[in-house]
């Protein structure tokens, strides 16, 4: 039996398709939150309860971006980086955005929003990864596949922890990175002009999510 790769696509591109698939998910998402409510209202305890949580999310979702950024520095079609982060799991950005978009469909006041916006980032990030990660392996060869053997795509190994001395730093790239995250805070605004929205009746309620 044959394999076929993705075909060959450059990183570039890769992240743009990406990017653009974040967006239609996103909108898919926000839709579906605009007709749906959290069981106990807008004003229940679980509807605070999941909010605040989302919004420690989407904190921790930020901080962990940029750390990873430090890391990264603009370096991944330059090199195979493998220290901090990127010792544990080969995608240290992505899950630190699992945890983004948690926080991004919680401050819906529903825990199910908020999982269905972490199904769909998942989705949306193994697509992209298989095409990154056949670029790297054709810009790096054997070295990148042995990074790839012994560190997991997505879920942290922590026993493979290993640092570096040094690092060199692009604040251009950390500060941009900051920034991409702090959208993530949009949602914050967004969600309440929905839940007043459906509290003085301009939009209907059909389901109530947990």
Known sequence: MTTTNPP?????????????????????????????????????????????????MIVFSIVGRAWCTLYIGGRKKADVVDSG??????????????????????????????????????????????REEAFLSREFGERYEAYRARTPRFVPNFGLWRDTEELTV??????????????????????????LAQAEGWLKVIALLP
């Not at 653009?20 to 209202?41: D, E, Y």
């Not at 990127?86 to 699992?98: A, G």
């Not at 950390?174 to 949009?186: E, K």
């Open 8 to 56: 060959a696509l450059d990183l570039g591109a890769v992240q743009k398709i990406r990017k653009a698939a974040v967006f239609v998910a996103l909108l898919a998402l926000m839709g579906a939150a605009l007709v749906t409510q959290s069981v106990g209202g807008v004003d229940g305890r679980w509807h605070e309860m999941v909010e605040a949580a989302g919004l420690a």
């Open 170 to 195: 692009r604040p251009s790239l950390f500060l941009l990175t900051i920034r991409d995250g702090l959208v993530f805070l949009l949602a914050i605004p967004i969600f309440e002009m929905i839940d």
């Open 85 to 130: 982060p990127y010792s544990i799991t080969r995608n240290p950005l992505y899950v630190f955005s699992f945890f983004g978009a948690f926080g991004v469909g919680a401050q819906s006041g529903s825990a199910a929003i908020a999982c269905g916006f972490v199904l769909a980032s998942l989705l949306i990030f193994r697509l992209t990864v298989a």
